[in-house]
């Protein structure tokens, strides 16, 4: 953390940086219209908005870069990341259409603002499940993770931040909108002992996200500053695939624990989760180690051992990498049976060697959590 002089000193920079830079149809330069908010100051990363009117949005891309390559040109400065805002109620397809209660409009309203609640104050620690490609079960995985760790006494919480593919309203069977508290907090629904949400819950089942990296941004910090998650041990983070907007503004701005890495054995998935995790890395957020998910598959007729996908790159690549190899998942039909069921095999079969196999998983991430929670990044 920087010392408030040195935070204080690069504001400064920060605001004559941007001084310089103009809005042409207002004739005048965004500190002194007041179009600057929300400047959050982390060591040297810098994150800040620029508030216009939702009718100029989608033609002032230029102005937000701009304003980012005004302030990346300070001296010693880190990583910079700029949002456009707008003041506005959200689209129909972005609201949520339960009744709230009394004090509280139905929840949803993303004007993609970044809010200036802190990020789950109460939450000891914040870990994210990725993948480098899609298609190798890391949303399964996440859900099984999470409840895997609520087994073993924990208190847990699931957020579906898979921007472009929420599926965990299906794995946790709730389809139902959150409402808001007094507060304007959206509360999050629970299924199968855990507090859980999903950008699912905001866009219709059928309806596709067609967002640029300032709303992902904006979106992915509004999940966690405007949900009302309470006191938690661990909050499990289902992440999209590869290494875009969702995961740059987890891995820059929100406190995380570490990272988990989800992936089948065969090569065109193990050289995309080497990404995944060495972006992480990169970005100062701890590895917890990978995951073969789809290890092999039992045959129901034989009881053969197959190995479709291959067998054992994932342990052989934790290996190359330094990082801990934490398990094996099989490719089981009911483990996909209880998931488009809405409750996933470890709530379903306990008992069930998968399930088994999910919670010594969750056990040696938890033993791998820091002791020290770490702070927050974005500031209130």
Sequence with gaps: MSSPGIEHDLRQQV???????MDSDKGGDIVTLGMVQDISINGV????????????????????????SAVEKIHGIGHVQAVLTAERAAPPELKVRGN?????AAAGGFSHKISSRPVAPQVKHIIAVASGKGGVGKSTVSANLALALAALGKKTGLLDADIYGASQPTMMGRRDKPVTNDDD????????????????FFVAADAPVIWRGPMVHSAVQQLLRDVVWGELDVLVIDLPPGTGDAQLSLAQYVPMSGAVIVSTPQDVALSEAKKGL??????????????????YHICSHCGTREHIFGHGGVRAAAAELGVEFLGEIPLEVKVRENADAGTPIVAALPQHP????????????????????PTQKLKA
């Excluded at 810098?46 to 002032?60: H, M, N, Q, T």
């Excluded at 056990?363 to 002791?371: F, G, N, S, V």
């Design 15 to 21: 605001l004559r940086a941007l001084g310089a830079v």
């Design 45 to 68: 990363n810098v994150s800040f908005a620029i508030e216009v009117d939702p009718k100029r949005g989608p033609a002032l891309e230029p102005l937000r870069q701009a304003a980012q």
């Design 100 to 104: 709230a209660p009394r004090g509280g």
């Design 278 to 295: 060495k972006m992480f890395e990169k970005t100062g957020v701890p590895a917890l180690g990978l995951i073969e998910n789809m290890s």
């Design 185 to 200: 907090m959206i509360v999050p629904l629970e299924a199968h002992g855990i507090k859980f949400m999903s950008m699912g």
């Design 354 to 373: 998968i399930g088994e196999a999910f919670k010594n998983i969750a056990a040696r991430i938890w033993m791998k959590l820091p002791e020290q929670v």
